[in-house]
């Protein structure tokens, strides 16, 4: 079964990605570790080769805050749109859905997020209805869906510890088949940034 994939992301530019690494690493320094996330995730979406791999962009495509990044010709590329990031999410998702058997949602600061994740990630949708990898945050990496339901992303309290707990109840609401996977880890907080591995390190 294709899974698309799609990408969440920013422009890394500083002072509008990663932000909340600028104590740590100033706003270049978070601007540099935001694009060499992206660079990373997009390569590992790509390899993982289990369908379309669509980046949603904020802002949009054409935009100049895009021009100076280079990003693979495979990609897909659409726009973010407005809202807040369960707006754009469940707009993206039930456009997606309207096309294709399923879907998996991630960001891009997600170190895990390997090939290997993401072809387990598509195995286990073709058994359910929904997929979530919970982080140790509170909240969540990815997000697979075969269903679409505007529950799992309205009124949901974003950037807590209570996000991935309010979508398994949601979830649990909706009757639905669903699979937690393991737990992961991402980069938000200058207090994660031990965790990075070597290829996200300054060379």
């Not at 021009?67 to 990609?75: C, G, Y």
Request: a positive charge.
């Amino acid at each position: 079964m294709k899974v698309r994939i799609l990408v969440f992301a920013k422009a890394p530019l500083p002072g509008r990605a990663k932000t909340r690494l600028t104590p740590a690493l100033g706003a270049e320094g978070a601007a540099r570790l935001a694009r060499r996330m992206l660079e990373t995730t997009l390569a590992q979406c790509l390899a993982a080769n289990i369908g379309p791999v669509e980046l949603c962009m904020s802002p949009a495509p054409a935009h100049p805050d895009w021009q100076s990044v280079s990003l693979p010709s495979r990609l897909e590329l659409s726009a973010q749109g407005d809202g807040d990031l369960g707006a754009r999410m469940a707009r993206a998702a039930r456009h997606s859905l309207a096309c294709n058997k399923a879907v998996i949602l991630v960001g891009t600061d997600c170190p895990q997020l390997s090939p290997e994740l993401l072809q387990r990630a598509a195995d286990r949708l073709v058994h359910s209805e929904a997929l979530l990898h919970p982080t140790a945050d509170g909240g969540y990496a990815l997000l697979g869906l075969r269903r679409f339901s505007g529950s799992l992303f309205a009124h949901m309290p974003w950037s807590t510890p209570q996000v991935a707990s309010l979508t398994r109840r949601r979830l649990d609401a909706l009757n639905w088949r669903w699979m937690e996977g393991e737990c992961l880890t991402d980069i938000d907080e200058p207090g994660d940034l031990f965790q990075l591995p070597g290829r996200w390190r300054e060379p």
